[in-house]
């Protein structure tokens, strides 16, 4: 079995793009998101086989934490990784109009 590359996920949200580097090899360390409700998803899905068969975030950490706030041991997890991934934070104030 070949060794998976370490990466450390920020603004994870419900985890789309760590699912999609998690299916080509890599191996989420660390997930932080800040909003609850992406967290309980996260949590949700971990532990359990997918349709894909793959176990996601079995042995990661997830934080619902501010990355501002994030100290010692999250920032060790990043020194100790290949790859630092930041999702695009959402727009809570997106105004939909209709035409």
């Known amino acids: 079995m070949t060794q ?4 450390v ?9 760590d699912i999609g580097l998690e299916q080509a ?4 360390l660390s997930l ?7 967290c309980k998803t996260l949590e949700a899905n ?4 997918h349709a894909d068969g793959i176990d996601y975030f079995k042995e990661t950490r ?11 041991a999250t920032s060790s997890l990043m020194l100790t990784s290949i790859w630092l991934l930041g999702g695009h934070p959402v727009n809570h104030s997106l105004v939909l109009e209709s035409s």
Request: aromatic share 10%; charged share 25%; glycine share 18%.
């Open 25 to 28: 090899g890599f191996k989420a």
């Open 9 to 17: 996920s920020l603004f994870t949200g419900a985890g789309g793009l």
């Open 4 to 7: 998976k590359l370490n990466y």
């Open 62 to 72: 997830i934080l619902n934490a501010d990355i501002r706030d994030l100290g010692g």
């Open 46 to 49: 971990r532990g359990c086989t």
């Open 32 to 38: 932080c998101e800040i909003e609850d409700v992406f």
